[in-house]
C-alpha cells in the first residue's frame, strides 16, 4: 500500500520561493495617458484604416473665417453599431493629431441621424479621456448642426459633467446658413443630403450671416 504523505511531513523551512523578475511588483510599469495616446497615435500611422476613411463621415473642409481649420462630422454616415470603433478611435487620433496641435473648429451635422448612429456615452466618455489636453484647450468651436432635442440634452449632460471645459464652447445652429458667419460658405464642404435637408426645413436664404468673424449664437 502507498505511505500517505501529510502536509505535516514536508520541510518547507529551507525553501526559497522566487518570483522572477520580469513579475516583480516594484517593476510592473503603468501606462500613462501619454504614453497611451502615443501608442495609439503609433498605431494610426501604420494600421489600415481604410475600413473608417472610407465612410466619409469625418473629414477637414477649408478654414473659417480666422484662418482655424474646420473639421466636418457627419453623424447620419457614422455606423455606430457596425463598425470597429477602436479603428474609429485610430481614424480620429490620425486626422486630427496633426490639425490640434493649433486652433481648430468642429463642424457636427446631426441632420437625419438615427439611434443607429449613436455610440455608447461610455465610449464617448473613454474617448475624451484617452485625447490629450492640446483637442480640449486649441478646439475654439464647437457647431452642431439641426440638433434635436435629444441632442440638446445631451449635449448639456455630457460637457456639465464629463466635458465641462468645452461647454462654453459649443453651439447649437438650426440650419446650415447660420454657420456662414464664421465659415464662408465656399470653404464648407457637405453632403447634398444635408443642404437638401436644409433648404426643405428652413427654405432659402432664411439667415444673413454677420461676416464679422464672431462665433454664432447658440
Known sequence: MAQMVTMESIDLSDATISIPPE????????????????????????????????IGCLY?????????????????????????????????????DPIVKGDYVIAYFHTLTSSNNYPSLQWLKDVYSILPYKYKKNLKAFYIVHPTFWTKMMTWWFTTFMAPAIKTKVHSLPGVEHLYSAIAKDQLEIPAYITEYDMATNGIHYFQPITNTSSPAS
Open 23 to 54: 513579475i516583480q511588483v516594484d517593476q510592473i510599469h503603468i501606462e500613462t495617458p501619454e504614453e497611451r495616446y502615443e501608442r495609439l497615435l503609433r498605431r494610426a500611422k501604420t494600421e489600415d484604416l481604410s475600413e473608417v476613411s472610407g
Open 60 to 96: 477637414q473642409s477649408g478654414v473659417d473665417r480666422l484662418g482655424r481649420p474646420v473639421v466636418v462630422f457627419c453623424g447620419k454616415w457614422f455606423p455606430a453599431h457596425n463598425i470597429d470603433l477602436e479603428k474609429a478611435l485610430l481614424y480620429l487620433i490620425y486626422l486630427l
